[in-house]
């Protein structure tokens, strides 16, 4: 049977080929994952995905999710596996054994997470955000916090969310509106209703926890006065036992377009008054906590647009080379024409082209921010971490906003694929280019990275990661002469120079005059980043797979040589694209503030 | 209440201003329709489009059709309007009364049909179709055929559709199996199955004409040997009474991402051996019928995409003023800085551009094509007559593929406009994303329409109507420096010449021993004609409204205005990317065709 979800010879030449994960085994703190370990947890994750996970994308879409007093009820197809996903540890890949984690190290982390939620996104968010609610625990929670709490996030026996969206106050976080009330005995009365809360009940688990943000009474108005605070759905005792409900009512599931077996809820906090909480971190604090968790939330939604994108490309792949439809242009006037593998016919190798490009670059770029993390994690050195981290923070944003945008992008190509029937509902297509549409949208729209990158990230440290990120790229453009592709390095060196300008030209009008117009030309900056970034990987893979081919065996001859094409494809046909986008950011329009608002309609 | 589905103050623009479509009254066939006719005809569409058709669109998606008993249910909220329709005499706009039509010129038409696709494109497929079939009846129909069918599809009382798609055989029509064999009567009895029958069946007609193309026993193989056939769902005896049932059976309904309201049917003629046919054209010459059709069909689809689009801009508009969110960045370090609406963001406003000047330009170009078409039907004069055939078969390719990939676009940031709102049903942007999908699907997916273009349209009567379109943007140049906006004529003219270079490379190319290789750069190509077309509208328009902004009142102002800077926004802002793509066409990449079949999954 055809490979699904993602292709296992690409994942292995990313970690051991690109990043020589197994690097780390050589710290103490992963020093259980040598390379032979590391195959086996991703053999195991892959298995899993596709075995128990795969068969629920289609049954959690039709099923959809339900609400019956006041309970949510996931699709039923999600709970065997659910609780097979728990059992084999897969909730907290990378956290430590000693709270429930498997203590892998990020890079192999992504690798599985790219198999799990390429087989259903909308299942793989239930223990995804209970994950995340386990890290806000781990990092800020108190000691009695995370002795409640913890393991029963991180192995998955309890159910966690992340509680931020207001009907009036969407991105702009600082204009929510519920509101915490100090109790006598330390905890706070809650008061608020909150909306988007993905997996926000389950009747998987008996417990939901909930990291609410709320303003305590008296704070000051705006971001600086939220609090962040824990809010079970059943109240738990200080010895771990269930005390009572505590008053938080799930009003409403929204009915979507896609990630239909996820319960997006509208919940009611202490509605009749009686909803407590636990502060978490410091008071007032509450968005700094939200930062602290930002890039690894939002790395995890470029997987999720990634994990859409490769499971669409490798169902693409396999039915182009099965699909036989009209003769090769070549045979076009023969006498009696026969009909070929479409993936014979060049627009629709182009397509696949493009969407293997995107699919592949991606992978680069998350295992890539995988390894980073474990460098920050493993590294003696502080300038390293500082130099990891600060990586981490300049390609967040894009690898979100461009992971989630071309993820789309791929999906769309992956019905293209399969013409007719890819629009047809029976075929995996369709729903996975409907279930990828909120990528863009969730954990900060891709806007709002746009401005995280030209108003936080590009000036961070006085340009230092932005520094960083050149120097990496200027890396593998070294490794591509050297291994005699020089076409294709000076092609990369010519786009790193002039995202260098776009980069000067867009960060000095952003702190002139020109502020309003830079932000106006600051999502297509971060494209331009993005289409560079993965020239950048595509060198860089291609400058690893040039010097093997010819002693590689038949089957490695065809990855390399591919490798070299994918890279060829990208910079000859893709990057020129790029270099146009990158012009116009130069160009800096003033035309997007100059349009009277009036004008929009006549 | 604001406006919806269309600007009218734009069509109005691009009708009288653009155009001036009232210019065909001087003509004998349209002498009726002076500006003040048009202008009533057209508030008519828009009134019973907002009132009849609009509402439907959501209860059609929500109630979708069903098949029971061999009968396809449509959602039961179609039938009144779909009766209203018929009765007001919109199914055949621009045909002659004497059968049925309301005689009005194609550039007028096609606004009416902006607004009611816009309105709801499920619904409207259902009398487009029935038109489309009458369109081959009136063109290539016996006189029988047309005393029988012609008036009852122009009017509406029975549907029509179109049987070309079988399952293994679906842009390559020639590989079709259905088989017609004579009887002795002069009809042929016809078997075959067809799948994908767009408005295959309804119960809102007594009867349904299907033109189905099927090989003639003894017929060559491949398209020439194809002919096509008039099969009604009920026979139609002579006298026009109904004869019997036609063994005409709809196996099934799609299940569909989008457009759920329309019925999208396989179906079987002659399972039975009972299915009847009369010939309709030359024996053999179906493909040349096909061809005869397709450029209208193909204007059709443009059309659709464009009205998804416009649609989702009116509300993505409407929405932004509405919606309040986070302070204006100039203001976001006041003591208490205030949320304003969306609108005022910089993003966001680029966002709304990037749909206005998709919308707009589409707009322009779909009327002009109206425009070319009434050039033919009204000019005594054959060269005339001639240019204007070429350069509706240049542009059909560009206007069908670019006008229904950029609607989705349009559709995806319209998404992307109403944040997480846009993604739940409830809000109206999520459906007309996933209806808008199929449009670069059906009637040639937009890889074939780019194939057209390079391989039979590019070298059309040795490249006259490609070499007649940039004459007409370089009449739109001419006219821009006239009006002072040199600037913008400068670029347009770069660009314009830039794509006169692209077309002799991959012309060349196509016609050499790299013709793989031209047309894995097709689909880019394309799009650069796309991109130049664009720019072409937008100057042109901007030169229509410059010279008058000084005199104008304030609404039309802000109107003149608004196209001036749109045009400043597309082409200081979009087009630099379009040349980014000339860039990549001129280069060829060989790596599209170097590719390994094996390296594609590793």
């Known amino acids: 049977m055809a490979q699904q979800i993602a292709d296992r010879r690409d994942q292995d030449y990313v970690l051991h080929e690109m990043l020589n994960v ?5 710290t103490e703190k992963y020093g259980d994952f040598n390379k032979k370990t590391i195959d086996m947890v991703l053999s195991e994750a892959r298995k899993f995905a596709v075995n128990e996970i795969l068969p629920t994308q289609k049954t959690g879409d039709e099923e959809g999710v339900k609400l019956e007093n006041g309970q949510v009820k996931v699709p039923p197809s999600f709970h065997k596996p659910y609780k097979l996903f728990c059992e084999n540890e897969w909730v907290a890949m990378a956290d430590a054994p000693e709270v429930g984690g498997q203590g892998l190290p990020h890079a192999v982390a992504l690798a599985c997470g790219e198999l799990f939620t390429g087989a259903n996104c909308a299942f793989l968010m239930y223990p995804g955000l209970t994950h995340g609610c386990g890290n806000i625990i781990a990092s ?14 991180y192995t998955g026996e309890w159910g966690g969310t992340m509680c931020l969206t207001e009907a009036n106050a969407g991105s702009d976080v600082g204009a929510l509106e519920s509101v915490a009330t100090p109790n006598d005995d330390g905890t706070y009365n809650i008061v608020g209703s909150k ?3 993905s997996g926000g009940d389950s009747d998987m688990v008996p417990n939901v926890i909930h990291p609410v943000l709320a303003r305590i009474e008296g704070s000051p108005a705006g971001t600086r006065g939220i609090s962040l605070f824990i809010v079970p759905k059943l109240w738990v005792n200080d010895d771990g036992s269930f005390g009572e409900d505590n008053d938080v009512v ?17 919940i009611a906090f202490g509605g009749k008054g009686k909803c407590r909480g636990t502060l978490i971190g410091e008071k007032n604090k ?10 690894e939330a939002r790395q995890g939604v470029a997987l999720q647009g990634h994990g859409f994108a490769t499971t669409s490309y490798m169902n693409a792949v396999n039915y182009a080379k099965e699909r036989v439809q009209s003769p090769n242009l070549l045979s076009m006037l023969d006498a009696e024409p026969k009909g070929v593998p479409i993936i014979q016919h060049p627009d629709v190798r182009r397509n696949l082209l493009i969407m293997k490009s995107y699919v592949e670059g991606m992978r680069s770029l998350l295992y890539y921010m995988g390894f980073c993390f474990d460098m920050v994690g493993t590294s003696e050195d502080e300038a390293v971490r500082d130099k990891y981290n600060g990586l981490i923070e300049i390609v967040t944003p894009v690898a979100k906003s461009y992971g989630t945008d071309k993820g789309f992008e791929v999906c769309s190509l992956g019905i293209q694929i399969y013409g007719g029937y890819g629009f047809i509902e029976e075929y995996p297509q369709a729903q996975l280019l409907r279930d990828c549409k909120i990528t863009s949208i969730y954990e900060g729209t891709n806007g709002i990275q746009a401005m995280d990158l030209l108003g936080r990230k590009l000036g961070m440290k006085k340009g230092k990661p932005m520094m960083d990120l050149m120097g990496e790229i200027q890396a593998a453009i070294a490794l591509a002469k050297e291994a005699g592709l020089d076409d294709m390095a000076a092609k990369v060196e010519a786009a790193l120079n002039k995202v260098g300008e776009c980069a000067m030209a867009i960060g ?8 309003l117009d830079a932000f106006g030309s600051a999502t297509l900056f971060q494209e331009c980043c993005g289409d560079l970034i993965m020239a950048w990987m595509h060198l860089w893979r291609a400058a690893v797979a040039q010097p093997k081919i010819e002693k590689a065996k038949k089957k490695d001859k065809a990855f390399y040589e591919g490798q070299v094409v994918t890279a060829k494809f990208f910079i000859e046909h893709m990057l020129p694209v790029g270099l146009g986008k990158m012009d116009s950011v130069k160009a800096l329009t003033a035309s997007i503030m100059e349009m009277p608002e009036d004008s929009f309609i006549g």
């Open 22 to 26: 197994a690097q780390f085994s050589e």
């Open 140 to 153: 800020l929670g108190s000691d009695k916090q995370k002795e409640l709490y913890l393991k029963k996030l």
């Open 286 to 295: 509450g968005m700094k906590a939200m930062f602290l968790m930002m890039n």
């Open 195 to 197: 909306i988007f809360i």
């Open 508 to 515: 000095g009008a952003a702190m002139s005059e020109k502020l």
């Open 250 to 266: 799930v009003t409403g599931v929204e009915h979507k377009m896609g990630i239909h077996g996820n319960a997006t809820c509208s």
